[in-house]
């Protein structure tokens, strides 16, 4: 691990501002995002926020915590142990200080240590002054205090002057790791344009933080930290979360399709933010529904599709189990729709703030009856856009609903992200059925895909009938024939498969072909896998990665691909799912490393699991 007060510069740093849910921790580390992105360093980041609205002040339950990884060199994860630990009070510091690694810096707003708050975080006594944090070096302050003497001047109330703590605490990070405040002044300026005061006078609490540090090095272990600009391909980069690269993809994908696209949502923690960002695309042809359930919402969606729109719904496995009906009706109807879902740890209410993959069986298995749907995992904040797009074209092409899976993590986290040329994508324009075929219309007609025609409503000698029961092969009557159930069912099934056909196949993502062992991995396990295998790689191990994008149906060649080596392990943050339908589906020994606890895999965890299975 990197340390902080040697006279070698890291190449990576780790940095966790942890406080209260009112301290504004998420906007704090928000910012220092943004400027640490406009560095050039590359970075990811890991928002970690309590379930609660607003959780009593300064309780063991209510802290928020905001960690960023970034470097000189690639990230691929939010880092195992911040290097350094900014604690806004006792509980901040209880819930936080076991992640620091030894050596680590602490620091602390001493303001804030008084019996009450130490009394709420559990504490018998002050942890700043017996000695119990000896294992790492320590600098307490009084923030509180620092902070209403830089904003004295402007008047405020002792409560909105405390506010502007963070920003205190902003100016500090900045200056201990050589970032430039303007874009943070600008971003205050726009942000309080009516509130010129407030403006004011979080500026000047970032002045003196800022102006702290300079101080503060003189006599303490903090030191200014300067980290170069990462290597990078030329372009336009953003930094950008997994929501708002999903939102981006599937307004790109729609415009691919050729198609307006009709958004159909309900607030649910962590995929509120689709709907948030979709509606600021109303002149892409994007329509935002936030409907009065989630049931209504994929309802609303799929009446969009059957009307000749590209349907869109969102949600988490609560919401998703909501619509568990309502998707077996995509299914029996064969119209398009993309249902994105952002999984949270369950089940029921779960922990709705916490990441979790454990919603694959839901995703592959969870509807009434046989009813097969293609499903899609995004493995970071970036490939999120691209697995939008993968999804609206497999929906539109096949006449089916597609899911799309992420993560709370994949969703509030941000990563740099260069934007693509769009004109190096395929366009795949959708035309609808305007005409009979020779013979006649046939609503449940096929092509070679398996697809039934879309036709919008209205269409003239094209009037059609669909809905929940069991359709006729070809004319789409109400039927309940054995043999024709049988059928319809078959090609319900075959035709999903079918996408088979049009996806890749299975690549390696870091290793070779074949060996001792094979880390499979899906979604935002990529990461930490790709850089445990990395290390595991570097110390002379034969381990190689691969990552899956297309749950359902699977690549052809993924099957052969894992016999080729003598063991398969598959971490993932559930029991085992994905390691269930490798076993079924390839019969090959795929073994778990699970973990459920509601945080993202480490990357020291995955490399003590591949030692033990090449062991």
Known sequence: MNDMTSDSQPDAVTVRFAGDSGDGMQLTGGQFTLSTALSGNDLATFPDFPAEI???QGTLFGVSAFQINFGSRKINTAGDEPDVLVAMNPAALKVNVAALRPGGLIIADSGEFGDRNLAKAKYDSNPLEDGSLGKWQLMAFDISALTLEAVKPFGLSNKEALRCKNMWTLGLSLWMFDRDRQPIVDWLKAKFAKKPDIADANIAALNAGHAYGETAELSGPMQKVSIPAAPSEPGVYRTVTGAESISLGLVAGAQLASLPMFFGGYPITPASAILHHLARYKEYGVTTFQAEDEIAAICAALGASYAGSLGVTSSSG????????????????ELPLVIVNSQRGGPSTGLPTKTEQSDLYQAVYGRNGDAPMPVIAACSPGDAFDCAIEAVRIATHYMTPVMLLTDGYIANAAEPWKVPDMSSYTPFPIEHMTKAQEGGFLPYGRDEKLSRPWVKPGTPELMHRIGGIEKAVDTGHIEYAPENHQAMTDI?????????????DQAVDMGEASGKLAVVGWGSTYGPISQAVRRSRDAGLDVSHIHIRHIWPMPNNLGDLLRSYDRVIVPEMNTGQLKTILRDQFLVDARPVNKVSGQPFKIAELEAAIAENIA
């Open 318 to 333: 609560p919401g998703i189990a909501l619509k568990g009906e309502a998707m077996g009706l995509a299914i029996m109807t």
């Open 54 to 56: 607003r959780a009593p």
């Open 492 to 504: 319900r099934r075959d035709k999903v498969l079918g996408v088979a056909g049009s996806i890749p």
